[in-house]
């Protein structure tokens, strides 16, 4: 279960930082090609996003799953809500809905 220590410090991320991407690895070297692709994709947005690396963090890794109910790695938030991983964030950044999302969080 999903401890309240844990959920708050989700809540105080995804909360403190407009674009939060959990992702396998750093931005500068992603261990994963689904956390490189969704990293990539951000770099070409130009707005300020953190990361955080769950391999780094076990306890993470697995709270996450339990707070968003979503079983893999990327998971992207944006403006404190999950957006979704890799293959939602590419159908959204190729129909051109990335950016607007993205546009508006930043500009609240
Ligand atoms: N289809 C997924 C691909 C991501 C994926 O399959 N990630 C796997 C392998 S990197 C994962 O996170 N597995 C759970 C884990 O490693 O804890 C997406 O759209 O994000």
Redesign the pocket.
Known sequence: MLSPILQTKIESQISNNKIMLYI?GTAQQPQ????AA?VQVFNTLGQPYETEN?LEDGEL??GL?EFSSW?????VYIDGEFV???????ELNNRGELATIVQEAISK
Do not use: A, L
Request: hydrophobic content about 30%.
């Open positions: 396998k994963c090609g689904f956390s969704v769950i890794r697995q799953k079983p893999t790695f990327p998971q979704g991983g890799c293959d939602i964030v590419m």
